[in-house]
């Protein structure tokens, strides 16, 4: 169960929220690491949530991988995992109350279609608003998108200061529900940040560009916006992140303490060359005395 953020919110409670598209790689592994250090250097909690939204794109056993490779590490979590694919019916209780407000409109534009009528904005194509007056008679709805204006979303990021975004020119109104039935990210990740009473949110800087859409889901909703720190974000030799996709090695669990000294390297903390020698436990003894934010690069 997750807890109720109403009578439990602690004072800081973070997460880490791995989509199960394969095994736990150095990158995913820096997000892992900077986040469960942010949390425990500040008594916080730290929590494991199953982003499978999306079952073609989920590797079977790849869930249960990450979740093994986390526990040799030494990464406790705090509470269940919580897996996005049994939570439908509060996905579609977010998407009823924005419906009520008269904020959600159904769109069967394609993507051949978007593509080819819109300017490029952060994240491909900003969606020019075509069904937004409605749908022709007799066309079914497939996906469902939210209404955004360009009253500018500002948030302050632990590591890179301000950032401030204006949605309806940077991506246009979004997808919440797609043409297959698919809750999107965006919703489900707002809805279970707040239904799990999640106050810090820590994770990779390739996201930056998605919270200024999670915060105005947030404001839409009534819920309260976490705190948020994107962490720089490992690439390969391309200038790729690391992803399924580019063909990530997964972390060797027969070497837990290498690839947690060489996360945390990376994270700019500077441990002592023995450490890497030395058992878990004392690798996170150390790691939690000598976690230095000012550090981060
Ligand atoms: N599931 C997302 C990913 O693996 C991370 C989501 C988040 O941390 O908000 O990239």
Redesign the pocket.
Known sequence: MAPDRNTTLPNYRG?????P?GPLHSG?LV?AVGSYLEARSRQGEWLVRI?NLDPPREVAGAAKEILDTLEVLGMEWDGEVVYQNRRNEIYQAALAALEQQGLLYPCICSRKEIADSSIIGIDGPVYPGTCRGGLPAGRNSTALRVLTHDDPIEFKDALRGLIRQQLASATGDFVLRRADGIYA?QLA?VVD?AAQGVTH?V??A??LD?TPR?IYLQQLLGYSTPAYMHLPVVTNKQGEKLSKQTQAAAVDVSRPVAQLVEAVRFLGQTPPAELAESSVTSFWQWALENWQLQKIP
């Open positions: 997460r880490f929220a791995p989509s598209t995913s997000a982003e990210y990740v940040d949110v994770r990779g390739d996201l998605s999670q």
